[in-house]
T-cell receptor, first 118, second 112 residues
């Protein structure tokens, strides 16, 4: 899982600022998944993207949150006007083309970005 | 719809003792099931996964899990705990969407 790179590892933002979290998938992976981990809770699915497409955003809050995965460059999770409740660890995972967690392949996680809103 | 329940937010064992972490799932279709381990300030690492082949699945670091359809369970076991096993363990289920839903996690504490 060291191949999935997330940065920054730690991010501190004041209330009302914007947070940008970056995820570079493993080489050859074109599927990216973002999860949020709140204290004392498991990982909550947020969004699933393929290159230039949002496939499933059923877990994304309706406001202030957006995600993209451009043709070139990392996937970005953007949180506008952050509030204290956004403080969490945000993880991304990547998987190869044509598959996700369905059996033969493995999706790999990055080390996460820990967002603190003060 | 799919969901996971991990029984016990904390499990404490002595070094050398049996490790048993419980997971029950719900899925409207035959599921894929996973156990992940998370060490402090790290990402998640796959321990093992069930993909409808053998019901007893062996993973890394001596862990194994057994899929029991009648009990909708996928409990994780290890015969002898090691200090290095202390971590957070997550069970996950992937049903029709193939995007896993994770449980709340169980913190494994290993005493010398």
């Amino acid at each position: 899982n060291a191949g999935v790179m997330q940065n920054p590892r730690h991010l501190v933002r004041r209330r009302g600022q914007e947070a940008r979290l970056r995820c570079s998938p493993m080489k050859g992976h074109s599927h990216v998944y973002w999860y949020r981990q709140l204290p004392e809770e498991g990982l909550k699915f947020m969004v699933y993207l393929q290159k230039e497409n949002i496939i499933d955003e059923s877990g994304m809050p309706k406001e202030r949150f957006s995600a993209e995965f451009p043709k070139e460059g990392p996937s970005i999770l953007r949180i506008q006007q952050v509030v204290r409740g956004d403080s969490a660890a945000y993880f991304c995972a990547s998987s190869p083309p044509g598959t996700g967690w369905d059996g033969d392949t493995e999706a790999f996680f990055g080390q996460g970005t820990r967002l603190t809103v003060v | 719809a799919q969901s996971v329940t991990q029984l016990g937010s904390h499990v404490s064992v002595s070094e050398g003792a049996l490790v048993l972490l419980r997971c029950n799932y719900s899925s409207s279709v035959p599921p894929y099931l996973f156990w992940y381990v998370q060490y402090p300030n790290q990402g998640l690492q796959l321990l093992l996964k069930y993909t409808s082949a053998a019901t007893l699945v062996k993973g890394i670091n001596g862990f194994e899990a057994e899929f029991k359809k009648s009990e909708t369970s996928f409990h994780l076991t290890k015969p002898s705990a090691h200090m290095s096993d202390a971590a957070e363990y997550f069970c996950a289920v992937a049903g029709g969407s193939y995007i896993p839903t994770f449980g709340r996690g169980t913190s494994l504490i290993v005493h010398p």
